[in-house]
């Protein structure tokens, strides 16, 4: 946030105080941990895009890119504990409400609810693999099927399968949408920003966003699929997600522009971590 920025919790209404403030780094450090994950996961998914089919394009491919690099240990730990600051942000939105127009609305509130759930999840499996215990853990391909065949054994298996499957792919069709529409202007300090700096920044949000909604789409579908027909095996994680825009008739070119799409988003949340409205 530039110098002299004042952040909002709503219309004309100025944030100060010790808590505001770990409220905003904590903010800054989640977008920012959030960022690398996207960009690490895009460029996996562009090599396989390219022939190299040993990669694992999904969270915990990133997190074993990172952890065989130098100091990868500590760039471990770092991403971990910047993710528990988005889980920590979303907590303090779902409880004090957030910047926008309906940023103290019931619903807005819920979704940030189950962003901090999830974020908080994100951040205890980067963390145990940062403390050595992530290592044996399944794919995220093998835990979707995995997930999905216990759902699909409880009594209205499938319908609940089928319900959470077309909410995956109505979210990700609406999260394109919202891309489109520059939703995410009220993410952003827009006044901190040049007109330049915005323009660039919409690009990312814009093609990034579209790029991740056509991933949840696509997942989301691959789910309804394994409902109908009633075979866990057909839900797909993120890498075998991603993988499947390669099986199309565009080929490896579909897959190579959406992991370009996937590093945008990345660096579209490095920029909301720089300018950040929270």
């Known amino acids: 946030m530039e110098s002299g920025a004042v952040a909002r919790t709503g219309p004309g209404r100025p944030r100060s105080g010790p808590a505001d403030t770990v409220t905003e ?15 690490l996961v895009g ?3 562009l ?19 990172l952890a065989g690099r130098p100091y990868g240990a500590v760039l471990l730990w770092a991403l971990g504990i910047g993710v528990l600051g988005m889980a920590v942000w979303r907590l303090s939105a779902a409880l004090f409400g957030s910047a926008g127009p309906d940023g103290r609305a019931a619903r807005t509130r819920l979704l940030a609810l189950g962003a901090c759930v999830f974020y908080g999840f994100v951040a205890w499996s ?13 794919s995220g391909d093998q835990r979707s099927r995995d997930v999905t065949a216990r759902a699909l054994g409880v009594p209205a ?21 919202q891309a489109v529409r520059r939703a995410y202007h009220e993410e952003l300090n827009l006044g901190a920003m040049s007109r330049r700096t915005l323009r660039l920044v919409d690009v990312t949000g814009v093609a990034g966003g579209v790029a991740r909604g056509a991933v949840f789409a696509a997942a989301g ?17 993120l890498d075998d997600t991603l993988r499947s825009f390669a099986a199309t008739a565009l080929g490896p070119w579909l897959l190579a522009v959406v ?15 720089r300018w950040p409205r929270v």
Do not use: N
Not at 157 to 168: E, R, Y
Not at 221 to 237: I, L, Q, T
């Open 43 to 45: 460029l996996l998914a």
């Open 221 to 237: 579908a691959f789910a309804v699929r394994a409902a109908v027909d009633y075979r866990p095996e057909k839900a797909k994680g």
């Open 47 to 65: 090599r396989v895009a390219l022939g190299d089919r040993r990669k694992q394009a999904d969270a915990g491919g990133a997190l074993a890119e």
């Open 259 to 273: 992991a370009v799409g996937l590093m945008l988003f990345g660096l579209y949340s490095f920029a909301v971590a």
């Open 157 to 177: 298996g499938q319908w609940l399968v089928g319900a959470v499957a077309v909410g995956i792919a109505v979210a990700g069709v609406w999260i394109a949408v």
């Open 126 to 138: 980067v963390l145990a693999f940062a403390a050595g215990s992530g290592g044996a853990e399944p």
């Open 25 to 39: 780094w904590s903010a800054r450090a989640g977008l920012a941990a959030r960022g690398t994950i996207y960009v």
